[in-house]
């Protein structure tokens, strides 16, 4: 067995739900009782962040409960606590949880470097350090060759590192990554795998949620793995808004940090039957 312990909470998500207006005077519920939570890893003599996959169909609701965790959409009900002074939950708002969605949304005025310093002001670094900083995450991130470009000038996987970087800068720990494997080449999936584990290394405390159609992908990375879907009432009819509807902690199966293998294989035939039944 894995040699680990959870300490203190670093997200708590408890009763989330969204409803919006269905354009004929009534509401239709995207998601629904959303209810999970995430500790602090920790594991004797390493730095180890966390890794949190979302899997499911498309239109489940996975990119909807994304914008809700980084605070863009309030919930209809329910809370989404991280830690604030003292160690007690505070409500998530907008900053706290950078989000990298899938257009890679970047300064289009901007060179790579300049966006970037200026997210290290926004997230608070302190201006002597900020170069330095920034420096360092162009260098392990591959980009010091697209430090002067501007996005228009990058190919997609360098304007997705940018982003993520960016993201990172302003909101210190948490990172939200929708579906940063899409449209990527073998290299680009392995360098992209590269950079979300060196993320996981940098601090105890730096979580990364993301979201993928490829569950290898999701069994091979993450730490802890839920499945969005729509979930049967009691006649067995699809309740056509996503929830969790299984969750796997990769952890206490003893499949999280090591190598990849049959028994990684059994857990995706798991969540893909989870997917094709919801």
Request: hydrophobic residues 35%; negative net charge; glycine residues 10%.
């Amino acid at each position: 067995m894995l040699d680990y312990t959870l300490g203190n909470t670093l997200l708590k998500v408890e009763n989330v739900s969204l409803s919006v207006d269905n354009g004929w005077g009534g509401k239709k519920q995207l998601i629904h009782d959303i209810n999970f939570e995430e500790k602090d890893v920790i594991r004797p003599g390493m730095i180890q962040g966390q890794m949190i996959a979302f899997v499911g169909d498309s239109g489940r609701g996975k990119s909807t409960l994304f914008k809700v965790l980084c605070g863009l959409v309030p919930p209809t009900t329910g809370h989404v606590l991280i830690p604030g002074k003292n160690g007690e939950g505070k409500e998530v708002h907008e900053g706290d949880v950078g989000l990298v969605d899938q257009g890679y949304t970047l300064f289009r005025s901007e060179t790579i470097f300049d966006a970037l310093m200026f997210a290290a002001k926004k997230g608070k670094v302190p201006k002597k350090d900020r170069k330095d900083l920034v420096m360092k995450y162009m260098k392990d991130w591959k980009l010091e060759e697209a430090m002067d470009n501007y996005p228009c000038e990058c190919s997609g996987g360098q304007r997705q590192r940018a982003a993520a970087i960016q993201q990172l800068l302003c909101s210190k720990h948490f990172i939200i990554m929708d579906e940063p494997f899409s449209g990527l080449s073998v290299r680009g999936v392995k360098n992209m795998k590269e950079i979300m584990e060196l993320t996981c290394s940098y601090d105890e405390l730096n979580t990364i949620i993301f979201s993928t159609h490829d569950l290898n992908l999701a069994v091979e990375l993450a730490d802890q793995v839920y499945v969005i879907g729509y979930p049967k009432d009691e006649k067995g009819q699809l309740i056509k808004s996503g929830t969790i509807i299984s969750s796997y902690n990769s952890k206490a199966l003893g499949l999280a940090w090591v190598p990849f293998s049959t028994d990684h294989l059994e857990l995706v035939k798991k969540i893909s039957d989870d997917i094709i039944n919801s």
